[in-house]
C-alpha cells in the first residue's frame, strides 16, 4: 500500500460497473458498511466535485462505469487507486477492444475482477481477465494459445483422436488445479444455501394444438432435421467417415452447409 505512512490511513478503492449496477453498488455498500461512498457519474460539476473529495482523501470508495471511466481515464488516473474492482469483468473479455484497452491503463496497486462467465466464447477469453489482474504473469498470448487453448479446442471436436482428448483433459485437469486456484475465488451457493428458500419445482403440462402438432412434425420430417439426425452415423457410401463429414456435408439443393442452418 503507497500511503500507509499517512496517518490516519485509508484505502481509496475504484468500483467500475455496467450503468444498471452503479445505484446497487452504492446501496448494498452503504447497507453493509461504513464507508465514505460517492458516485463519478453524471454532470461535469458533479463529477469533478467527486474527483476532487476522491483526490484529498475525503472519499475511501468511488463507482463509476465503464463509458464514463473510458471518457475520464486520464482524470481519474490521476489518482493513485489502492484497488480497483471491475464488475462483470467479462466485458473486457476482447483485449482490442477501446474499453479493455482503457482498463488496462488503470492506475491502481490491485485489481480485482468479478464475473460469473469468465469464458464465454473463447478460451483467450479468460486469458485476456487475468492478464488484466496479473499483468505479465502468463506471458504472452501464444504462449496460453499454443500450451492451453488449442489442445482444449482439439480435445472438445467431434473428429478428436484419443491421443488428443486425453491431451485435453490432462490440459483441462492442470488449469483446474494447478493454475486457476492461484487467480480464482469462487464464491460456490453452499455458502449461502442456508440463505435460500427451498427449491420447489412445478410441472405443468401444455398440450399442442392441433396446428402447433402438425408444424412441429412437419418441422421434424424436413431435410434439415434427417441430416442433423443421422449426421454421427457412418456414411452409406462406405468411406467410414460419419455422414455429416462426408455426402451429406451440404443441404439439397443448396451449397449452404448443415453446420450453418443447423
Not at 475520464?72 to 477492444?97: G, P, Q, T, Y
Amino acid at each position: 500500500m503507497r500511503r500507509a505512512d499517512t496517518k490516519p490511513w485509508y484505502p481509496r478503492v475504484l468500483i467500475i460497473c455496467p450503468g444498471s449496477l452503479i445505484q446497487n453498488w452504492k446501496n448494498e455498500l452503504e447497507r453493509w458498511g461504513w464507508w465514505h461512498v460517492d458516485k463519478f457519474h453524471g454532470d461535469a460539476r458533479a463529477k469533478d466535485e467527486v474527483f476532487q473529495a476522491a483526490k484529498s482523501g475525503r472519499l475511501e470508495i468511488v463507482i463509476t462505469t465503464y463509458t464514463t471511466y473510458k471518457i475520464s481515464m486520464n482524470f481519474l488516473n490521476l489518482i493513485e487507486w489502492d484497488c480497483v474492482v471491475a464488475d462483470e469483468c467479462h466485458l473486457l473479455k476482447e483485449r482490442s477492444s477501446a474499453t479493455t484497452k482503457a482498463m488496462n491503463e488503470v492506475n491502481a496497486l490491485c485489481r480485482i475482477g468479478l464475473t460469473g462467465t469468465a469464458i464465454q466464447n473463447k478460451y483467450e477469453e479468460m486469458w485476456t481477465l487475468l492478464n488484466w489482474t496479473n499483468p505479465g504473469r502468463l506471458g504472452p498470448l501464444s504462449t496460453w494459445v499454443s500450451s492451453i487453448a488449442e489442445p482444449l479446442r482439439i480435445g472438445q471436436s467431434h473428429n478428436a483422436t484419443t491421443r488428443q482428448l486425453k491431451i485435453a483433459r490432462e490440459t483441462a485437469t492442470r488449469l483446474r488445479d494447478n493454475l486457476l486456484p492461484n487467480f480464482f475465488l469462487r464464491r460456490m451457493k453452499s455458502l449461502i444455501a442456508h440463505q435460500l428458500p427451498k427449491k420447489r419445482d412445478t410441472v405443468v403440462f401444455c398440450k399442442l394444438t392441433e396446428y402447433q402438432r402438425d408444424a412441429y412434425e412437419r418441422f421434424l420430417d424436413s431435410e434439415i432435421v434427417q441430416i442433423v439426425k443421422y449426421a454421427t452415423e457412418y456414411c452409406s457410401c462406405g468411406s467410414g467417415k460419419k455422414a455429416g463429414w462426408c455426402c451429406k456435408t451440404h443441404l439439397p439443393d443448396s451449397n449452404t452447409k448443415w453446420q450453418v442452418r443447423a
